[in-house]
């Protein structure tokens, strides 16, 4: 993996070319995709997400993101997981993906101990409708028990469903759907700091328009599919683009792996 720019210090004023044309190890993109020193100590919570886009601007091809990604991509994808205290993820992402738990993985073992982290990261889903497939491994059998965020009116049978199968539902909005900003603070008053968000592009555009967005990892595919696919935050719009910056850039077989920090 080639690293183009320096980790640790984009906001330098001429920061240098720093190429490192190797495989990374898991603990050095650990290492690099690090949550902020006072997330780490307990001071604060930090959204961020986890997407990919092709070159010409899909988020999707035929409804997944798997056909954009590569083997690089999934490693960086499995260690923003391995450093997560949770991962947040909408309802229609879960049956298009085919969501399964969150698994233990030793390479982070020692890791998350020591961060006095559980084994693996609770997985959040958020729906206003509770439209689930409450048989799957995801909410049947997960290591870690899976959440659900909807809100106080979403559908009463349905909400009875979920906790009569032992599914404990987090109630983050006064009508049906779900308030961003109250997810990410009742999330934070569980323990669970360090978030992360694997999509779709519906709730990331929420959470963008909320402004609760803290950090961007965005891997760029050198891939071109046309079509009508959506982009990697669809849904309502804000006053004024949010201004991100570049806190790192890494590139192999053409794909880019970038992270964007709020300014």
């Known amino acids: 993996m080639r690293q183009l720019f320096p ?6 004023p001429n920061p240098q070319v720093n190429a490192v044309d190797r495989e990374w190890s898991l603990d050095e993109l650990a290492d690099a995709y690090a949550y902020p020193a006072e ?4 001071a604060g919570t930090w959204l961020r997400a986890n997407m990919v886009s092709s070159l010409d601007g899909a988020g999707q091809h035929e409804g997944r993101s798997q056909p954009l990604s590569s083997d690089t991509d999934m490693r960086i994808f499995g260690t923003l997981r391995g450093l997560a205290d949770v991962v947040v993820v909408g309802a229609e992402t879960v049956r298009q993906e085919g969501y399964r738990p969150a698994r233990a993985r030793e390479a982070f073992a020692a890791r998350r101990a020591a961060a006095g982290q559980g084994p693996a990261p609770v997985i959040a889903v958020v729906t206003a409708s509770l439209d689930l497939d409450l048989g799957l491994p995801l909410f049947a059998a997960p290591l870690v028990p899976t959440l659900i965020l909807t809100g106080a009116g979403a559908p009463a049978e349905r909400l009875a469903a979920a906790r009569e199968a032992g599914v ?5 909005g006064e009508g049906a759907a779900v308030d961003p900003a109250r997810a990410v603070a009742l999330l934070a008053g569980r323990g669970l700091r360090r978030q992360l968000t694997e999509g779709g592009p519906r709730l990331l555009g929420q959470f963008t328009a909320a402004e609760v967005l803290d950090e961007l990892c965005l891997t760029l595919s050198p891939t071109m599919t ?7 935050a669809h849904g309502p719009s804000i006053a004024l683009p ?22």
């Open 226 to 232: 046309a079509g009508d696919a959506q982009r990697i």
């Open 242 to 263: 949010t201004r991100f910056g570049l806190a790192s850039l890494l590139e192999q077989d053409g794909f880019l792996f970038s992270r964007y920090r709020r300014i």
């Open 168 to 172: 404990e539902v987090l109630l983050a």
């Open 7 to 12: 980790v640790t210090d984009m906001t330098a």
């Open 39 to 42: 997330v780490e100590a307990e």
